[in-house]
């Protein structure tokens, strides 16, 4: 929105701002009442996966999550999506939010871009890699080359298991 | 003859017993036992309440994101919410942060979620917790991740309804901001709870009641549909917080 | 005129982010997390990265977390949802090693 910052409920009372000194409270100069205030969150970056995309930027992301709003939020938005299409497919599209080229900078075609996460009705969350992943966390000495061996995986388009 | 019942079954039936038709029934992260209760009361006798439970495709009626539901609950127009804590402290205040030193934690937890918004401004907010021990409600939060008592000045809409355990159910004094025991389930005992509670639990207006089990009618509707929708968000749950047949 | 065309290689893309930048992540813990964007960001080795996660959290933040590219990182919860904790983010937060900005 280009603001500095702006005002949330609640808060006041919580350890937040203890912890938060960013976090300020004012008073409400609507009102009797104290009120939080917040700065605004506006990322260098940001790296969202979309269905689809056309070649300029416009893109078809998941309704049920925010990343249309880290898409308008953001300085400049990689976006890597499952498949590149036409501009007028993205228009008539029904399904999840259209996110317009105005918001993004970058688009990858990068087919399984979310796996082992789920991505709509493309494939549904690996458990297994997943759960193999909290395994290999346990064991500090061996979990960074398990990372790099995973990332490894996924950059020659291979699957993350 | 009482039927068999797993103590989730009882919980979510305390829970959905409480909502009144019409009332809005919102269900965040993290919550098994509050998103079967919302489906309970609305396969029994709230049919007409809203539901909304994030994570879950069939009760998610938003067009973006999670923005319209924190902006329905910072506008009041939650009647419940559900918020649990790995600590919970003698003034209903909830710990999702942080056991220990915040900057170098014993234990780091997920984080509040927007407990720290949604516990001021939805009407009734129910504390649920699926144990019940000296070391989950405690004197005093290792770190407040919201608060059910708050200085007059701070604009609070709502608050703390009452806190559900697989033993009790526990209330707010209102004059003394000090939870008290508001009923036992059936097989546990006063002893029991205080026992395994970090802080003096006074009984509420000097008595605690039983708390009353799910009826045949209610298992069936858990054990039946509510499971079945249950199962869509959360299926390792769903496989063994609901009994087997009944009778 | 048509618009400017912005299809382009990965590492191409990934040139967008500077070591110590504030890099947003889409997804929510088990859905939509842009991990292969993040794998190879691991690989090309940009690092001191404040992540921001939005707002809800979870397998990707992990992946640069335990990778060892972010510095700090700011959610309002992270997790694995019924899966438990994210355990790179829980390891590290609990040795001190990294820097948590919690949001409301």
Redesign the interface.
Known sequence: MGLPFLP?????????TV??PD?KTIK?PY?????LV?PA?S???????AFKAD???NCI???????????R??Q?V?V?AEE?VDTEELKTSQRG?FVS?IH???????P?????????SYYS?D?EV??S??AA??D?QT??SY??E???R??DGGD?A | MTAYYTPEELMATVIARQVKNGETIAVGTFSPIPSTAAILARESHAPDSDVYIMGSRDWWPFSEGSQEFFNMAQKGRFDYFFLSGAQIDRNGSINLHTIGNYHQPKVRLPGGAGSSMLYYMVKKVILFKTDHTVKSFVEKVDFVTSAAVTPPSVHRLGGLHFVITPMAVLVLNKETGSLELFSVHPGHSVEEVRENTGFELPLFEGNADETKPPTAEELALLRGPVKDHVTKIYPAFAKKAFGGEIG | MLPAEKLTSVHDALSLVSDGAQLGLGGSPLTMNPVSLAANLILQETGNLKLVVAPIGGFVADLLIAAGSADSVEFAQLGFEELGMAPAFRQKTQAGEITVLDHT
């Open positions: 949330v409920r609640g808060v006041i009372g919580t350890d937040y912890v938060r976090f409400n009102g009797a009442d104290e009120i917040v969150v990322p260098d970056v940001s790296l969202i996966h070649k300029f930027g992301v998941n309704s049920s999550i925010d990343d249309a709003l880290l898409a939020a953001s400049k990689i890597s590149i939010n080229r993004v900078d970058a688009v990858v075609h990068m399984r871009g979310a796996a082992p996460t789920s991505c709509g969350a458990i997943l759960k992943y909290q966390a346990k500090p979990f960074s990372v790099k995973f990332c490894l996924l950059r993350a």
